[in-house]
C-alpha cells in the first residue's frame, strides 16, 4: 500500500467515525427527561359514628377501626 493511499483512507476512515459519532450524538438528547417524582398523596379523613338515636359515638371509632384493620 502506498503511504498517500493510507493517508486517504485513514482520512476517510476519521470522517466516517466523525460523522457517526455526530449522528449518534444528535440522537440522543443532551438530557434525558426523568419522571418527575410523584407528589405524597395525603388524606384528610373524618369518620362520623352514630348510632339508630343519632347520638355521637365517636370516641370509640378509633378502637374499632383498629381491631377492623387488625382482624380483617
Given at each position: 500500500?502506498?503511504?498517500?493511499?493510507r493517508?486517504?483512507?485513514?482520512?476517510r476512515?476519521?470522517?466516517?467515525?466523525?460523522?457517526?459519532?455526530?449522528?449518534?450524538?444528535?440522537?440522543?438528547?443532551?438530557?434525558?427527561?426523568?419522571p418527575?417524582?410523584?407528589?405524597?398523596?395525603?388524606?384528610?379523613?373524618?369518620?362520623?359514628?352514630?348510632?339508630?338515636?343519632?347520638?355521637?359515638?365517636?370516641d370509640?371509632v378509633?378502637?374499632?377501626?383498629?381491631?377492623?384493620?387488625?382482624?380483617?
Amino acid at each position: 500500500m502506498s503511504e498517500e493511499f493510507r493517508m486517504s483512507l485513514s482520512a476517510r476512515s476519521a470522517a466516517l467515525l466523525a460523522a457517526a459519532l455526530a449522528s449518534l450524538t444528535l440522537a440522543v438528547p443532551a438530557h434525558a427527561q426523568t419522571p418527575a417524582a410523584a407528589a405524597a398523596v395525603t388524606y384528610d379523613v373524618q369518620i362520623h359514628v352514630c348510632d339508630r338515636s343519632g347520638a355521637g359515638t365517636d370516641d370509640n371509632v378509633y378502637g374499632r377501626l383498629t381491631n377492623f384493620i387488625s382482624h380483617p
